[in-house]
């Protein structure tokens, strides 16, 4: 057998085995982070519920100076819409609520750019100790492709480390509102 035909099969054996890998991860996904923020549940979920409020916290925000952003639907709560396209960065993509109460917001999320995706995202918000416990999660399918790419980068720490800095983000904007009583 030739030196070629071996590292032909050696190779067919490489990719057989990343295929079989990346088939045996879970079919969904969910990233979440927490942080506690010295204010009452509802100016928290203010800032969260209205799309306008965004540029003040989210980290996604500042990665396209000029990027396009469009509201439609309510102002704010269920019904709200949010359009945003920009660089390669920021991509582009939709986000709508899904539903608002005190303690959670639901917001369906479509990714157009560079990635086509349909997730979810849930801030929840906790009364806890004086102050609101704030979890910020994303959730839904991982297709095959995601969970190919899944093996070089893990999107746990990529993402995680974005909702981080928006829920910092977010605590500090929430911080320059006077309390309500």
């Known amino acids: ?56 916290w989210s980290p996604w925000e500042k990665l396209d100076p000029s990027m396009q952003r469009s509201y439609s639907g309510e102002p704010a709560g269920k019904g709200a819409v949010y359009a945003w396209s920009g660089n390669g960065k920021a991509g582009a993509g939709r986000m709508e609520i899904t539903d608002s109460n005190p303690e959670r917001i639901t917001i369906r999320i479509e990714f157009f750019k560079p990635f086509a995706a349909c997730n979810t995202v849930e801030f929840s918000m906790v009364p806890q100790d004086g102050g609101t416990q704030v979890t910020w999660a994303m959730f839904g399918p991982s297709p095959f492709i995601s969970r190919l790419m899944g093996l070089v980068f893990n999107m746990d720490k990529m993402i995680g480390r974005d909702f981080e800095a928006g829920l910092a983000n977010l605590r500090s904007a929430v911080a320059q509102v006077p309390a309500t009583p």
């Open 1 to 56: 057998m030739s030196v070629w035909v071996l590292i032909a099969w050696a190779l067919l054996a490489l990719i057989l085995s990343v295929l079989l890998t990346a088939a045996t991860r879970p079919n969904s996904f969910r990233v979440e982070r927490a942080l506690h923020i010295e204010s009452h549940p509802e100016q928290v979920h203010g800032f969260i519920h209205d799309f306008h409020r965004w540029t003040a």
